[in-house]
């Protein structure tokens, strides 16, 4: 007769938590960046139930789903996620998504020919050049008189102007255009290599340290990853990074996750 009860009530259990399991809920979440930045106009899809809806401008958004439903969410600027709604975030009705920012870097335009900065120079030998040929009293250039008169009688002599107006025979003829380099698309690709590696940066450290040692033994939810290291990044832990004093970074991330800890508990 116990059995029989004992049994019973197994039943009951196991029923109880199927059916919880299939109810559906509304469910709740925030979309950040990896700088823990709200992320606007990001398409958030229940894959199993086809339905879905776009967060806000501070990146909330609310959907149906259940346990076991797996939510994709895309954006234009950062690299699509899908992620399997488990447990803990059914309990909890919300969820936490961090997106990572797509990176388009256009590749280096290498100039194999050796440039001296002189126009005339650096267009010659150019068989695809399609500017009209030049004069080739230009093009010698290392025979050409360079004097007063030697420029002077480099003017087109048969050009009416310069027979009739008086004032043509003084006008200095312009041989050569002198390029100044510009060194602004150097600065706009060392800006691109700096957003780029403050992007990775938390990819690179979960390499570096290992998954475990942010869940375990800092004791960080996983979904709080990318907000733990953006609170970290006022420690200098970038720079730290790229000088490679990983132990240091070590130091800073084992202190600073207690305080984080107890922010999060205060802001429940």
Not at 19 to 44: C, D, M, W
Not at 45 to 70: M, R
Not at 135 to 144: E, H, Q, R, T
Not at 237 to 262: C, G, P, R, T, V
């Amino acid at each position: 007769m116990i059995k029989r009860r004992a049994l019973l009530w197994v039943v009951i259990f196991v029923h109880f938590t199927a059916t919880a399991q299939e109810k559906r809920f509304l469910l709740k979440g925030i979309v950040y960046s990896s700088a823990a930045v709200p992320i606007e106009n990001t398409h958030i899809v229940n894959a199993t139930t086809k339905q879905g809806t776009v967060s806000n401008k501070n990146g909330e958004f609310s959907l149906i789903a259940k346990q076991g439903d797996w939510i994709q969410l895309s954006n234009v600027q950062f690299t699509s996620k899908k992620i399997k709604l488990k447990k803990a975030a059914a309990q909890e009705q919300f969820l936490s998504v961090y997106l990572i920012p797509l990176t388009n870097v256009l590749e280096e335009a290498v100039i194999k020919k050796k440039l001296k900065g002189v126009l005339v120079f650096d267009r010659r030998g150019n068989t695809k050049d399609t500017i009209p040929k030049i004069d080739k009293a230009y093009y010698n250039f290392s025979n050409m008189d360079l004097s007063i008169k030697g420029v002077k009688n480099l003017q087109d002599k048969s050009n009416a102007q310069y027979h009739t107006d008086p004032t043509m025979k003084n006008v200095a003829v312009s041989i050569v255009s002198v390029s100044i380099p510009d060194r602004s698309s150097q600065k706009k690709q060392a800006k691109r290599k700096e957003a780029n590696f403050k992007e990775n940066l938390p990819i690179r450290l979960k390499k570096l340290f290992g998954e475990n040692f942010f869940s375990v033994k800092l004791k960080i939810p996983k979904d709080r990853y990318y907000h733990f290291l953006a609170y970290c990044s006022q420690f200098g832990i970038a720079q730290l990074f790229k000088d490679q004093n990983h132990l240091e970074i070590l130091k800073i991330l084992l202190k600073e996750s207690k305080s984080y800890l107890l922010l999060l508990e205060n802001n429940k």
